[in-house]
C-alpha cells in the first residue's frame, strides 16, 4: 500500500473554478483596490503602476497582439509569444495581455546566449519575441537565426515611458482599442489550457518547456495565500486587532523563473500590495533599495541569504520585514539561523522554506503563518498536494529512509511543450517524478539531494541525465549538500560547491572536491578547509578531491550553482596534475 503524506488537517480545498485573470480582476480572493500600486520602478519611485492601470494596459496590450499579429485568433493555447527582460514594472501588463489576447507567454532567461534563444523559439514554435532594450542585440540575432522578420520583434519600455513597438515603431501593441479577456469556468477546460511556459535549467540536457495552465497558476495563488488569511481569520474571531503591515517586496530575482514569475507578476495583486522593480539584480543596488523602501515581505535564494549572513554592510536593511522565505536549493538550519539573525529585530525566526520546482508551478511546502522551523526542513505540505517517498522501483520506504519525492496535485505541469517522450518519462502511475531525494525525519521533511542517474528508455536507446548528483564512495552514498552545509559554517568563507571527481584506480568511486570562495586567501588554507570538516562529518564524508579556492561559484540566474561548469573544470584540473605528473 502507498504511503501517502499530504497537509496534516486540509488534505484537498476546493479551488476556485475560475481564470487567472478573472481570479485577479474580478473576485473576491484578490486583495487590491483600484488605486492599489502595484508595481513601482526602484530607481524612479514615481513611475509606479496601480491595478486600474494594470486592467488598462492588459486589455490594451492583448488588443494590440490580436489584431496586429494575430495572436489567440485561432483560439486560444496555441500561440507562442517568447518574452526575454530584466524587471521592468509593465512585464505584469504583458505577461497578462498574452494570456487574455488568448496567448501563450514563453519566459526566456535575461541571460540566454543567441543559440539559446534562438533555441527556445524555435522548440516553442513562437512567432513573437518581446525584448528590453538590454535584449534588442540578442533578440534580434536570434530573430534572424529563426527568419523572424524585424516586426515581430518587440521592443518592451517601461521607463520613463510605457511602450510596446515593434524596431521600426510603426506598429504600437499598446493599442488605443481594447479586448476582453475569455472567462472560463469550466474546471477541464482551466486543466487542460496553456498560459505560460517556463524552460528547465538544462542541467539534465536541453531545456525543456514546462507548461502552466490556469488551473496551475490559479491553485498556487490561492493555496500559497491560504496560511496567511485563515489566520487573519483566527484572530479577528479572538477578538485580536491584526497589525496592519502593507504587502512591499523587493522585486529582484528573474522573472523567467517561477519564484519571480510568480512572485513579482501575480502575488502582489491578490495580496493587495506592490512590487519595486530593481531592473537587474546587484548586490550593491539590492542593498541601496532595501535601505530606501520599507520591504515586509521578502523571498531570496539561498545564496543571497548566505551573503546576507556574512555581510558586515548590512545593519538595519531588513527591519521592516515581518516575513521571509526561501527555495530553490537546500538551505540548512545554521544558514537559516544566521540570515534569520539579519531580518526584522534579529530575534525571530523568520524566514519559512519552500520546496517545488517549474513542474509543480513553484512552492508545494510552505510554513504556515504562525509556525517557524530552523531546522533545515523545507516546512509542511500544502493543501491539496500529495507525497510520496520511493524508491528505484517506485516502493514506498520507510520514515527516515531515503527516497525520491514524487507528487500528485493540481499545480503539477500537464508536462513539457511538445516533448511527449520527455512527459511520459517524468510520470508514473499519475504521479509526477521530482527527481529530489528527501527524507522524512521527526515528522519533518529534508531536501538531501538530486538523484544521480535515471534510466529513461526512449525508443531503442538508454539515455543517463544527470542532475545534482549523489557522490558515492566506496558504495556509501554522500551528498554534497550535506558537505556544503558545513563549509558554509566556516567564519572565512563566503560561498562553497562540492563536486565528484573520479577516484584512481577504484572505478565507482567519487572523491567530493570543493570550490570556496575565501574571505581572505591569505588567512584560509586548504588544509583549513580539509580540516574544518573532518570534525564534523563521517569519515567517508571528507574533501579527498582537494580544494580550490575560487573568486566566484558559477551560478545560473536564479542563484543555483553550475555543478556542470564545476565538474567540467574538476575534469581539466585532474587531467593537468596527472601530465605534470
Known amino acids: 500500500m502507498s504511503r501517502i503524506y499530504h497537509h496534516p488537517t486540509q488534505r484537498e480545498v476546493e479551488l476556485p473554478a475560475v481564470d487567472l485573470l478573472t481570479l485577479l480582476f474580478n473576485s473576491e480572493h484578490s486583495l487590491a483596490q483600484d488605486d492599489t500600486v502595484l508595481h513601482q520602478e526602484a530607481a524612479n519611485p514615481s513611475n509606479t503602476v496601480n491595478k486600474r492601470q494594470q486592467r488598462d494596459l492588459v486589455v490594451r496590450i492583448a488588443y494590440g497582439l490580436r489584431h496586429n499579429y494575430g495572436i489567440g485568433a485561432d483560439g486560444p493555447n496555441k500561440d507562442v509569444v517568447t518574452v526575454i527582460t530584466y524587471g521592468q514594472i509593465i512585464v505584469p501588463a504583458v505577461f497578462l495581455g498574452v494570456i487574455a489576447a488568448g496567448g501563450v507567454y514563453s519566459a526566456a532567461s535575461p541571460s540566454s546566449t543567441v543559440v539559446e534563444l534562438a533555441r527556445q523559439i524555435s522548440i516553442g514554435n513562437s512567432n513573437l519575441l518581446i525584448c528590453g532594450a538590454e535584449h534588442k542585440d540578442v533578440s534580434v540575432a536570434a530573430a534572424e537565426e529563426c527568419k523572424l522578420p524585424a516586426s515581430s520583434v518587440l521592443l518592451l519600455e517601461s521607463s520613463p515611458s510605457w511602450s510596446l513597438k515593434c524596431l521600426d515603431r510603426s506598429i504600437d501593441c499598446i493599442s488605443s482599442q481594447r479586448l476582453a479577456w475569455q472567462q472560463i469556468t469550466e474546471r477541464q477546460a482551466l486543466k487542460d489550457s496553456l498560459i505560460t511556459i517556463l524552460w528547465s535549467s538544462g542541467t539534465t540536457g536541453l531545456p525543456k518547456g514546462v507548461m502552466l495552465s490556469h488551473q496551475n497558476l490559479v491553485a498556487e495563488t490561492y493555496i500559497t495565500a491560504l496560511s496567511g488569511r485563515q489566520w487573519a481569520a483566527k484572530e479577528i474571531e479572538k477578538g485580536n486587532e491584526l497589525p496592519v503591515v502593507e504587502y512591499r517586496t523587493l522585486a529582484h530575482l528573474p522573472i523567467s523563473h517561477i519564484a519571480g514569475l510568480f512572485g513579482y507578476l501575480i502575488a502582489p495583486m491578490y495580496n493587495g500590495g506592490c512590487a519595486v522593480w530593481m531592473r537587474k539584480y546587484s548586490w550593491g543596488d539590492l542593498l541601496q533599495y532595501l535601505k530606501q523602501y520599507p520591504i515586509t515581505a521578502f523571498y531570496t535564494v539561498p545564496s543571497i541569504y548566505l551573503r546576507i549572513s556574512k555581510s558586515a554592510e548590512i545593519t538595519d536593511h531588513f527591519k521592516h520585514v515581518v516575513g521571509a522565505s526561501t527555495g530553490a536549493a537546500p538551505m540548512d538550519g545554521e544558514l537559516m539561523k544566521s540570515a534569520n539573525s539579519k531580518l526584522g529585530d534579529g530575534k525571530q525566526a523568520l524566514i519559512g ?55 500528485r496535485s493540481p499545480l503539477v505541469t500537464n508536462g513539457y511543450y511538445n516533448n511527449p517522450q520527455a512527459t511520459k518519462d517524468a510520470f508514473h502511475d499519475g504521479w509526477f517524478c521530482t527527481g529530489d531525494i528527501g527524507r522524512l525525519r521527526n515528522g519533518k521533511f529534508y531536501i538531501v539531494d538530486r538523484k544521480k542517474v535515471r534510466s529513461l528508455l526512449i525508443g531503442r536507446m538508454t539515455r543517463l541525465t544527470t542532475g545534482q548528483e549523489l557522490l558515492k564512495y566506496k558504495g556509501l552514498q554522500v551528498a554534497p549538500a550535506e558537505i556544503e552545509n558545513v563549509l558554509f559554517t566556516h567564519p572565512n568563507i563566503k560561498e562553497a560547491a562540492v563536486v565528484g571527481i573520479p577516484a584512481p584506480n577504484d572505478p565507482g568511486t567519487d572523491w567530493p572536491r570543493a570550490y570556496v570562495v575565501p574571505q581572505d586567501r591569505d588567512v584560509l588554507s586548504e588544509d583549513d578547509v580539509k580540516k574544518w570538516v573532518l570534525d564534523r562529518l563521517a569519515p567517508y564524508k571528507q574533501l579527498r578531491g582537494g580544494v580550490a579556492f575560487v573568486d566566484e561559484i558559477p551560478k545560473n540566474a536564479i542563484g543555483k550553482f553550475l555543478r556542470r561548469e564545476l565538474r567540467e573544470r574538476s575534469k581539466k584540473e585532474v587531467l593537468s596534475s596527472k601530465a605534470k605528473l
Open 353 to 407: 522554506q519552500t520546496w517545488g520546482l517549474s513542474e509543480t508551478t513553484g512552492a508545494i511546502t510552505a510554513m504556515p503563518k504562525g509556525e517557524t522551523d530552523e531546522t533545515g526542513s523545507v516546512s509542511p505540505i500544502l493543501p491539496s498536494v500529495e507525497l510520496r517517498m520511493v524508491d528505484e522501483d517506485f516502493r514506498d520506504v520507510e520514515p527516515d529512509q531515503e527516497g525520491e519525492l514524487i507528487v
